[in-house]
Every structure is written in C-alpha cells, then in structure tokens.
Nanobody, 126 residues
Framework: QVQLVESGGGLVQAGGSLRLSCAAS????????MAWFRQAPGKGQEFVAA????????YYSDSVKGRFTISRDNAKNTVYLQMNSLKPEDTAVYYC???????????????????WGQGTQVTVSS
C-alpha cells in the first residue's frame, strides 16, 4: 500500500507559478512511475505529466509541454510538478498517482496507476 499526499495548490494569477508536491509513504518509492493528472469542473480526468521509475524519462501532455516540469527526489519519496506561465484553463484539481513497474507502462493510461492522492486545487485567475 502506498499513500500519496499532495500539497502546494492555491490561487494564482495568470502568468504566475506554483509548485505541487506529492509525498509517498513507501520507501520503495523509486520502484514506482509517478504522474500528475487533473480534473477541471465538468470535465474528465486529463493526463498532465509523468516520470519513469528510473527518472530517465519524462512525459507531458501537449497542453503543458514547455510550461510544466515534473521531477522526483527518491531520497525524499517526493515527486514535484513545477508549473510556470499558468493559464486560466489550468484550473483544476491536480492528482498525484503511482504506477508499479510494468514493462507495458503507458503514462497517460490511468489503468496502470494503483495509487492516487486526494487531490489539490489549483485556481488560475485571469
């Protein structure tokens, strides 16, 4: 069992920045691929970014590429999402998710993720 706790959400003006953190409870954190998803009001869940088990590969949705950066610190069992140049359309609840090792891992596919955080609200005002 892995518990994930997100933090860092809040209200920011368009063009501003926020850094989200997701702390994992398990010491084998490095064996999990980690990702961020988001869900805006009235919309489905959307893949945002992911980082592989070994930290060698990162993946981004087209909507955040060049503005968001995902990173992880395995010593702290934490994954981060640095969000720059925020837009009102980035407003959503952001969820952290963990996927155990799988040779067929597909970052945007929610089926690979066994553990989810409770979410943190990000609101970008225009």
């Amino acid at each position: 069992q892995v518990q994930l706790v997100e933090s860092g959400g809040g209200l920011v003006q368009a063009g501003g920045s926020l850094r989200l953190s997701c702390a994992a409870s398990r010491r084998t954190f490095s064996y999990y691929a980690m990702a961020w998803f988001r869900q805006a009001p009235g919309k489905g869940q959307e893949f945002v970014a992911a980082i592989s088990y070994s930290d060698e590969n990162t993946y981004y949705s087209d909507s955040v590429k060049g503005r968001f950066t995902i990173s992880r610190d395995n010593a702290k069992n934490t994954v981060y999402l640095q969000m720059n140049s925020l837009k009102p359309e980035d407003t959503a609840v952001y969820y952290c998710a963990a996927a155990p090792w799988d040779s067929d891992y597909e970052p945007p596919n929610t089926a690979y993720y066994d553990y989810w955080g409770q979410g943190t609200q990000v609101t970008v005002s225009s």
